[in-house]
């Protein structure tokens, strides 16, 4: 299995509606990361939670982390057409700043209007 | 608000040639990174880069890639002969020194033929 998985691999929601996007992921690490990525685009940062943290908000943005299930939720309140995107999760390793992140799959968010 | 650039946005190149991609980092950003995204596939890391030489890299990048930092502002990836597989996103990123976030290009699509 792979470091950093997400599901459900694709959600469809009313606008409106909350989504919710879950990322498991298996060794160590030091933060976890979302991105987004509009089609073809490129990679837009979201939000980052460290291993000592269990919880952070940003504007309809909260994301939660389990470090005993090795897993993150994020969620999206309220969510609008304009959030149409992959959400991708990644993990950086324990040693910490300017290492490598590992990516999961993804999971493709449509949002109806 | 500073962003990472690179060019092309796409290259067409026939298999066995030699392409460079270029990014500009984010100007007080130290440490540099390569990723690479094959079409439906997750994102996966290239090379991070850090005071002129190669600080981590992956399997992936094997002796047919190099990196450089030919000046001040740019960081490129060379790769020497192409091979069909090399098609992919290649998507540049960089960070503060002591930092996990890490910002990403636009990135630049490579079609080998």
């Known amino acids: 299995s792979q470091q950093g998985e997400e599901d459900p691999q694709a959600l469809s929601i009313q606008e409106g509606e909350n989504a919710t996007m879950n990322c498991s992921y298996k060794?160590?690490?030091?933060?976890l990361q979302w991105y987004r990525q509009n089609s073809g685009r490129g990679l837009v940062h979201l939000i980052l939670i460290r291993s000592n943290e269990r919880e952070k908000h940003s504007g309809r943005l909260r994301v939660t982390l389990d470090t005993s299930k090795k897993s993150s939720s994020l969620l999206i309140t309220a969510s609008r057409a304009a959030d149409t995107a992959s959400y991708f999760c990644?993990?950086?390793?324990?040693?910490?700043?300017?290492?490598?992140?590992?990516f999961g799959k993804g999971i493709t968010l449509s949002v109806r209007p | 608000e500073p962003e990472v650039t690179q060019t092309p946005s796409h290259q067409v190149t026939q298999m066995g040639q030699e392409v460079i991609l270029r990014c500009v980092p984010i100007?007080?950003?130290?440490?540099f990174y390569w990723y690479r995204q094959i079409l439906g596939q997750k994102v996966e890391f290239l090379v991070s880069?850090?005071?002129?030489?190669?600080?981590?890299k992956s399997e992936i990048f094997d002796d047919q890639f190099s990196v450089e930092r030919p000046d001040g502002s740019n960081f490129t990836l060379k790769i020497r002969s192409t091979k069909l597989e090399d098609s992919a996103m290649y998507f540049c990123?960089?960070?503060?020194?002591?930092?996990?976030?890490?910002?990403f290009g636009p990135g630049t699509r490579l079609l080998v033929l």
């Open positions: 880069f850090y005071n002129n030489e190669i600080s981590e």
């Open positions: 990644a993990t950086g390793p324990p040693n910490g700043a300017n290492s490598k992140l590992t």
């Open positions: 100007s007080n950003h130290l440490y």
């Open positions: 990123a960089s960070s503060e020194a002591g930092a996990e976030t890490q910002y």
């Open positions: 060794t160590s690490i030091n933060n």
